[in-house]
DNA sequence: TTATTTTCTCTACTATGTAGAAATCGTGGC
DNA sequence: GCCACGATTTCTACATAGTAGAGAAAATAA
């Protein structure tokens, strides 16, 4: 990428979806925020190792919290943007907008 | 990807710029529609590596036009969306815009 | 202590993104 | 014709991001 500052298509989602679930934004949650707003099926390898990624290049940080008193209740491993993190959304953000600029959604079939 | 259907970040950027650019849609100018708007410093390797894939894809097809009279005016080959990409490019709009639904930006800096 | 649930870790592989030099195909000048 | 030059495309190699799924951990419940 120009200077590796840009960001994955992938890893754009996951960014949002962290910032969307704010304190609720662990590996599961994300997934499934995700596959429930793009309608599209993410395996949850695919969530951690963005996830991962993504901490490694200090966007994002971890923070392990305390398991919860259900079955299962596995202590969760939650993000949440740091400023370079949210420096970096809203730069994809800004870039793929002006590329967007002008044209009319949805585009029809015959566009041409 | 989830069945190799989703865009990728920057196949994505190409396509809305070989959209953009209507009958003017050739590497080198697609590559400074990117860079220009963008701002981002795109090399023409990737904007052809790119448009290869897409071609492959199916998403576009390649027209080569006549060579224009101008020094250097070698002929061209220019672009333009198949039905497949509009459906492609309708399809990722949607699913970043769902993401992006009720988050105001610009993101303030202490988001958190 | 075994079953079950939820979440997380690990490994391997495929697809995308990036870079830049080199090849092509035109023009214009001598 | 031959050579310089400009615009565009092609090629090759490598780095980064995306995908998949099995399996390990950590908790509750029986």
Known sequence: MA???SLGEFEYLVLLAVLRLSDDAYGMR???EIAERTQRDVTIGAVYAT???????GLINAELSDPTPERGGRAKRS??????GIQA???SRR???SMLEGLAFPLPRGSR
């Open 3 to 5: 200077k590796g500052e």
């Open 30 to 32: 994300v997934r499934r």
């Open 51 to 57: 996830l991962d990624r993504l901490t490694a290049k």
């Open 79 to 84: 993000f949440h943007l740091t400023g370079a």
């Open 89 to 91: 959304v809203n730069r």
């Open 95 to 97: 870039e793929l907008e």
